[in-house]
């Protein structure tokens, strides 16, 4: 029903940026979370924060984690949300996901990774 792909990652040196797309397709919703998450081979999955519309207000969170330094934005006419990653470390070295949730869940379940649809994921590899 929704269809969501990621683009943008690729590898980078320490210090450089990379914004990552996430252009969604399907039925549109009027209440709405969008979702970045990032999973390294043997880390645990991390929420790195979303972005949400309800009724006539929303709004945008990151994880303190990356505080500084991601900021998620949106582009609204063409269903996409933005993960912009600036002085990116070696530690960022993981696949992306974005994800959906179409239930208008609390941002305490959304938090643990509780989204609807999810993108097939964009590998970003930083050195050095």
């Known amino acids: 029903q929704v269809r969501l792909v990621e683009s943008g990652g690729g590898s980078v040196q320490a210090g450089g940026s990379l914004r990552l797309s996430c252009a969604a397709s399907g039925r549109i919703f009027s209440d709405l979370a969008m979702g970045w998450f990032r999973r390294a081979p043997v880390k645990e999955q991390e929420f790195l924060g979303d972005i949400w519309w309800s009724g006539g207000s929303g709004g945008s969170t990151v994880g303190p984690s990356v505080k500084g330094r991601f900021t998620i934005s949106s582009d609204n006419a063409k269903n996409t949300v933005y993960l912009q990653m600036n002085s990116l470390k070696p530690e960022d070295t993981a696949v992306y996901y974005c994800?959906?949730?179409?239930?208008?869940?609390?941002?305490?379940?959304?938090?643990?990774?509780?989204?609807?649809?999810w993108g097939q994921g964009t590998q970003v590899t930083v050195s050095s």
């Open positions: 994800a959906a949730d179409t239930n208008n869940r609390a941002f305490s379940s959304r938090l643990r990774g509780e989204f609807d649809y």
